[in-house]
């Protein structure tokens, strides 16, 4: 067993490791997921229009059962999904870098000049699903093998099937390959919704203690010699064993494995130990 910061490499001697690490009870900093600029704006959407139903050829931009903090308020976000539509689409590849240009015995086609259906499908090729992406790429990007929508069809359609083809579109020329080979998309429709959990840092800390403390009660006296070298490491360090598990490691972990974890996209579980609240991680490592 040994002390080490968080940061430590492995050694010779020490080639894989499991790690318990302590660090103060704070849901408020914790618990809420910092959001993308295209999340945020789903989320406002959400907040101003008291919930959306959204249509997307993606997954759900926002999990459902994460936090949010909006203006010192604390929302849940809740996730339905409606349904799910199999579209048909084309096998597409699409290509950009910055100072990209057609060759000179290329015709480039302007964006606003195609039928819909083309224009529809450039949309998720360059942009992703809705709330998925931050603006247009910058410097490249580069897609392939991937699914363009054509839910009407392709007998209006400019792109499909002619080969490649030169596509100028907010000053980037694009170079595009949509086939006439048929591919389904699902298109998912999901119902968006955010309850007020709590009104206040005090409010939340109450809410979370409610529902994900843990209270580590009658422990072994292994248990407790690794969770007092995990305090004692302080917040920038942990408790850590090299190679094999100790007792106490390995009887800890069985224990929190059978109580549900904080929310995703975090990890761990919160603890009341010795009176004093901690989120408590386990975790392994190898080398």
Known sequence: MSVQPSDSPPTPECVR???????PFSPSKQFPTTLQPSQQRLFDRIIAEDGVELETFGRPPIQ????????????????DQLGTEMVSGRTAALSWEKGQSAPSDETVTEYSTLPDADQNALDLLVHGPEYSRDGLPTTG????NAPAPYPDGTADSALVGVGTTWVEWDNRVYEVTITDEEELLAHRTYDYSATQVAASE???????ADRFLVSLDDLSNEEQSVLETAIEAGEDGHYQDCNEPSPGYKQLRKRMEGYPGIPSPRSGWYVAYEGERYLLNISGWVY
């Open 64 to 79: 459902d059962g994460q936090f949010v903090s909006h203006e010192a308020t604390i929302y849940r976000i809740e996730v």
């Open 202 to 208: 005090a409010e939340f800390r109450a809410f979370v």
């Open 141 to 144: 990007m580069s897609v392939s």
């Open 17 to 23: 490791g499991s790690t318990v690490s302590l660090s």
